[in-house]
């Protein structure tokens, strides 16, 4: 049975449709990649999943927990990290942890374990006590990875994880990521903008235009159903999509850009 799984999921506002009886599904451990346009839905749909925003109609489990019915064993059962910045600036990488850890609940004896385990998993150790305020970019979006994964989630959702990161931020984001797949057998769905992201992490790929999800496969799949010899997901997406594809720094900069991103779909 699928850890994830919607059918003819639907989002209207007003007038206006932002995701159009989307059906998708996710096997446990399974990275799903979820890609499009800006406007396309992906955020909305992510939100709907999360319990954040309720479906207008169709229906959706997660961790075999309704999304309207059952919304609090949902969120008992996953992660999520945001576009926007989610960690607090003033308060040192341990702290953030801190309050994470007693927001879910997470007796103390096992917090002193837990939160030394997060910081080291994601690379963090030595920057534990000072202010996030310091942080690069990368090193922001791993301390929020490991805020939202203190309690061990089924599913884990990451919305645009390496928004405005330099390569080598994204890299290591990415190895954290499969890291949580490889060690914890996490469930990862993940909204993207980078082809290459979605190439390198993902073992499916739904791609969503206009509200619908007009295509899912394995990367290699999509290549191939749009000619494969060197086709690329890039391909792919100006294939299914008729759209073409369209960085770094400090906290200021990273919560800019992440502002700025409260646009996208």
């Not at 992906?42 to 999943?49: D, F, I, N, Q, S």
Request: a neutral charge; one cysteine or more.
């Amino acid at each position: 049975m699928p850890i994830l799984e919607t059918d003819a999921l639907t989002k209207r506002f007003n007038h206006f449709t932002a995701v159009d009886a989307v059906s998708l599904s996710a096997e446990a451990g399974e990275v799903l990649g979820v890609v499009g346009p800006n406007g396309a839905g992906k955020t909305t749909t992510v939100k709907m999943l999360t319990t954040l925003l309720q479906p207008t109609s169709g229906a959706a489990t997660v961790a075999g927990f309704d999304v309207v019915k059952k919304s609090g064993g949902v969120r008992r059962s996953i992660g999520y990290v945001p576009q926007l910045l989610s960690a607090d600036g003033q308060l040192t990488g341990h702290e953030n942890l801190l309050i994470f850890a007693k927001l879910y609940d997470i007796p103390r004896r096992e917090r002193d374990e837990l939160i030394p385990e997060a910081l080291s998993f994601m690379g963090l150790t030595d920057a534990a006590d000072r202010l996030v305020r310091t942080y690069s970019g990368g090193m922001i979006r791993r301390l929020e990875i490991a805020e939202a994964t203190l309690h061990r989630p089924r599913v884990l959702f990451l919305d645009e994880p390496t928004l405005g990161l330099d390569p080598v931020a994204r890299r290591a984001v990415w190895d954290r990521i499969m890291g949580l797949r490889d060690t914890y057998g996490t469930t990862i769905v993940l909204t993207t903008h980078y082809m290459e992201e979605a190439d390198s992490l993902c073992d499916r790929v739904a791609i969503m235009h206009q509200g619908k999800v007009v295509a899912m496969g394995s990367p290699e799949e999509l290549k191939v159903a749009v000619g494969g010899n060197g086709a690329t997901l890039e391909d792919v997406f100006a294939h299914f999509t008729g759209s073409s594809l369209d960085s770094r720094g400090s906290y200021s900069e990273t919560s800019r850009t992440r502002r700025a991103a409260r646009r996208f779909g």
